[in-house]
């Protein structure tokens, strides 16, 4: 980021937003102010990007689009960048509204620990998304958490870890084998 961006007098307006354009950060705007945090690291990009795989051939049957790293307006001023999201939508622009999305997903890595298990499934859940999958990554494992929207937070709908498979009809049907998560790419 740059001084101008640091020193800029919160708070940022989308259009400040937006006129940020692409960054080698992940940046969100909350409530007029900006998330800034580094890529993610190499093995949260490989479980979402395995977990887009997983997802894509089911959401596509569901005429839904799987998308990583969209901007997703949750409420005016408030744009989040969810790992992955599976909307109603077409893939044309740069934002997607929370009504376009049926489910949200966000791979916990150490660095955003906190914000993905407690601040974002709040704005999720204020702006009415109905399904959130929360992806843990316990030392070497994969743990997926699915969660349904209940009222004005996220209830536990069913949870799968090594082994298992996490199978739904809701939002959309799809079956998630936790074991294809868990390939690494071998070195050497």
């Keep these: 980021m740059s001084v101008a961006v640091l020193e800029h007098p919160e708070p940022w307006s989308e259009d400040e937003f937006f006129?940020?354009?692409d960054t080698s950060s992940r940046v969100e705007l909350v409530d007029g102010s900006l998330w800034i945090g580094p890529a993610p690291s190499k093995r949260h990009q490989h479980t979402a990007f395995l977990l887009a795989m997983g997802l894509y051939d089911a959401a596509?049957?569901?005429?839904?689009?799987?998308?990583?790293?969209?901007?997703?307006?949750?409420?005016?001023?408030?744009i989040l960048q969810?790992?992955?999201l599976v909307a109603d939508t077409d893939d044309v622009g740069t934002t997607v509204e929370a009504a376009e999305a049926k489910l949200v997903i966000e791979v916990?890595?150490?660095s955003n620990a906190g914000?993905?298990?407690?601040?974002?499934?709040q704005l999720y859940a204020a702006a009415r998304i109905g399904w959130y999958l929360r992806?843990?990554?316990p030392q070497d494992s994969v743990e997926l958490h699915l969660?349904?929207?209940?009222?004005d937070h996220y209830a536990s709908v069913d949870v799968a870890g090594p082994g298992q498979v996490l199978a739904t009809e809701e939002p959309f049907p799809f079956q998630l084998e936790v074991a294809s998560l868990l390939r690494?790419?071998?070195?050497?």
Excluded: F, W, Y
């Design 108 to 110: 916990i890595s150490p």
């Design 19 to 21: 006129a940020l354009g």
């Design 184 to 188: 690494r790419r071998r070195i050497g």
């Design 135 to 137: 992806v843990e990554q």
């Design 60 to 78: 596509e049957q569901a005429g839904l689009l799987v998308l990583q790293d969209v901007n997703l307006r949750l409420a005016d001023g408030r």
């Design 115 to 121: 914000t993905d298990r407690l601040l974002k499934p």
């Design 82 to 84: 969810p790992d992955l």
């Design 147 to 151: 969660q349904r929207l209940d009222g």
